[in-house]
């Protein structure tokens, strides 16, 4: 296992559609992280999981928005009735503690584009 | 007020010299602060962490942190091509990070 792994890499849909997104952390990684990335802009944090326990999302995430992690390993993110402003990178980051040293590894993303 | 503010740039620097990167953050009770390399159209990387204040360096790259300021800096020094990219400070927050918007450094040969 050589670092996270996002499945698919660019994904183009039309607006109303519902996508999903996997993500596939480090294997001894119990962290879990969804970032969203427009251009010109630093990452911004969506919601996080501790093993399959969701701990927080972020108050600017639309309702449209769902997250899960069923057994502690992989997670999906799914976007319902997908809107022109979704469209963004979507990034997944791993790390296996919450402390302050925490190091936070990312995969190389999904790209979506909204039409 | 952004929690974690940076200069976009672009900073453009001649091969050779030392880069200057810049941050600032409002939470005064943050405790850990990294800085994370992206390059145009993939993932961000890290590159260093600091917790206390001062200098800490790694190869040609320096962090620096002054916690009563709310500011944090990397030093690139000996800029190569190869370093032009983004650079995010990204700042530990109750149990994640924050990222500014990142400064693009450019290195011009």
């Known amino acids: 296992d050589t670092g996270v792994s996002q499945d698919p890499r660019h994904k183009i849909t039309k607006r109303g559609q519902n996508v999903t997104f996997r993500c596939d952390p480090i294997?001894?990684?119990?962290?879990l992280y969804w970032y969203r990335q427009t251009l010109g802009q630093g990452p911004e944090f969506l919601t996080y999981?501790?093993?399959?326990?969701?701990?927080?999302k972020s108050r600017l995430l639309s309702d449209r928005f769902s997250a899960e992690r069923p057994k502690g390993s992989f997670s999906t993110l799914e976007i319902q009735r997908t809107e022109q402003g979704d469209s963004a990178m979507y990034l997944c980051?791993?790390?296996?503690?919450?402390?302050?040293?925490?190091?936070?590894?990312f995969g190389s993303g999904t790209q979506l584009s909204v039409l | 007020q952004k929690e974690v503010e940076q200069n976009s740039g672009p900073l453009s620097v001649p091969e050779g010299a030392i880069a200057s990167l810049n941050c600032t953050y409002s939470?005064?009770?943050?405790?850990?602060f990294f800085w994370y390399r992206q390059y145009s159209g993939k993932s961000p990387e890290l590159i260093m962490s600091?917790?206390?204040?001062g200098d800490k360096e790694d190869g040609r790259f320096t962090a620096q942190l002054n916690k009563a300021s709310q500011y944090v800096s990397l030093l690139i020094r000996d800029s190569q091509p190869s370093d032009s990219a983004t650079y995010l400070c990204?700042?530990?927050?109750?149990?994640?990070?924050?990222f500014g918007t990142g400064t693009r450094l450019q290195v011009f040969p």
């Open positions: 999981f501790q093993n399959e326990a969701q701990l927080e």
């Open positions: 600091i917790y206390s204040n």
């Open positions: 294997s001894e990684h119990n962290r």
């Open positions: 990204a700042v530990h927050n109750t149990d994640k990070l924050i």
């Open positions: 939470d005064r009770v943050s405790q850990s």
């Open positions: 980051a791993s790390s296996t503690t919450g402390d302050l040293d925490e190091k936070l590894f």
